[in-house]
């Protein structure tokens, strides 16, 4: 079983950056893919962002286009969320995640995906 560990969250001020990292550990496969959710108090999870292996396929989900980018260090084990422009509707419960592919991470109907145990971020005004 492979573990994530986020870190980087923390409180930001409006129009502020931020960047997560998340650390895969154990038994990890080099090919899978990895992503970004987020989670804010009675909200449902919402897909942020998912990177191939290679780094050669992105998705974004549409809230955060332009303002986030998602990458990756293969020799780290570890996938990253920088984030731009905050806002405060961005305060939210962080998680990665990795499954075999880009697709299966940003579809809504799996869920078969290893996650993290979250970080908080929060944006104030």
């Known amino acids: 079983q492979v573990q994530l560990v986020e870190s980087g969250g923390g409180l930001v001020q409006a129009g502020g950056s931020l960047r997560l990292s998340c650390a895969a550990s154990?038994?990890?496969?080099?090919?899978?893919?990895m992503g970004w959710f987020r989670q804010a108090p009675g909200k449902e999870r919402e897909f942020l962002a998912a990177i191939s292996w290679s780094g050669g396929i992105t998705y974004y989900g549409d809230s955060v286009k332009g303002r986030f980018t998602i990458s990756r260090d293969n020799a780290k084990n570890a996938v990253y969320l920088q984030m731009n422009s905050l806002k405060p509707e961005d305060t939210a419960v962080y998680y990665c995640a990795t499954d075999t592919s880009v697709a299966r991470l940003k579809s809504p109907a799996i869920d078969t995906r290893v996650w993290g145990q979250g970080t908080l971020v929060t944006i104030s005004s």
């Open positions: 154990g038994r990890t496969f080099s090919s899978y893919a």
